[in-house]
């Protein structure tokens, strides 16, 4: 994470600029899943560009209360890191927090349409602060879905419906919280962004000391799976459609490398590296960088998605992506042109689009290139940042 400053309470920092704060359950460096990545990214480019920015988040073990990473001013709270006590202790924690310091903070910005949103919007009402709420997923396994499943899942909508601005990632998105009540004119449409500088095209050396580091041989063709390994993810759709590949093509250097953790116990890992030939299961890579320069396919098979950052990070490394046909996803790849979209949930679809991209490497050379062209000029991180940028100057001059 680089140098950082640390100290028992944070020095504030004097800007003209609308100050920010981060609400996200997770930060670095255990900065889990899309939502708290894509916080990182935005706190840390909105901080270089010198405004005030903190981070209120959960604290675990060996982590100070309060750190400045990377000119982000990072508070962390208690909490139990334990399923059916984590949510418990953070809400009152958040609470706390807010109260005490949220005044020395012009907006609050909350990542994920959950119990962390809801509370920050109540309290921002009370003391006068402005709320941004990001909707993070959408489909059957989304936030607002989500809402439907949970123990004062009507609360948190109806405290959706009273933020200042919610942030939609795709259309699909922006219906399901018309459908939740949350008036049009509070809904902003502000992608996902990506570092093209930090990823990007590798050159052939890279590429070639990146695969001898992984005892891959240059001839291997690899696809890349990089995710949680669960189901709305679509990850017994992924086996299933390896399995059809390797039986259709017998022989041929083909290989899946599966990198991400198994978080809900359901034995996919297991299950692959039992029935599959030509699979590699790495578990969580810390850095997917490393895994991009090595590939050339990435594959995202998800059921339900807000806007995948795994994707944005093929296109800019210059890979073709397989997809489905959902969320973001369908708004992120364009077919034929960037990468191939299946229908989700249909494994005989996938590995088709697989093995015609596995045998056709011109056409991997051509959507790999028109991805990057599309990485910088539609989600480059710099331009969704000045996007954020402009919502929370809009709040403030309309309130």
Known sequence: MGPSHRSDEPEILTTT?????????????????????QA???????????????????????????ERLRGVEVHRIWAIPRPGRFTATFIPSLARFLIMHGRSYDIWHAHQAFYNAAVAIRIALLLNRRSVVKDASSGLYGDIARLNRIWFGNWVRKSLRRANAIVSLNAEMTNELLAAGISRNRIRRIPNGVDCSRFSPPLPSVRDETRAAMGLPSEEVVVLYAGRLAIDTGTPILLNAWQLVEERAIGRPWTLIVAGEELSGDGYRARGERDLKRARFVGQVLDVRTMLRAADV??????????????????????????????????????????VLTPPGDPESLASALIGLLEDPQERERLGSAGRDRAEKTYSLSSVVASYEQLYEDLLTDG
């Open 17 to 37: 600029q609308p100050s920010v704060l981060m609400v996200t359950y997770n930060y670095a460096p255990v900065a889990e899943g899309g939502a708290a990545r």
């Open 40 to 66: 990182q990214s935005l706190a840390e480019s909105l901080a270089a560009r010198g405004r005030r920015v903190g981070v209120v988040t959960a604290r675990f073990s060996g982590s100070p209360a309060f």
């Open 298 to 339: 990435v594959v995202r098979p998800s059921l339900n998605e807000g806007m995948s950052n795994v994707v944005l990070e093929a296109m800019a490394s210059g890979l073709p992506v397989v997809g489905t046909r959902t969320g973001g996803l369908q708004e992120q790849i364009a077919d034929g042109v960037t990468g």
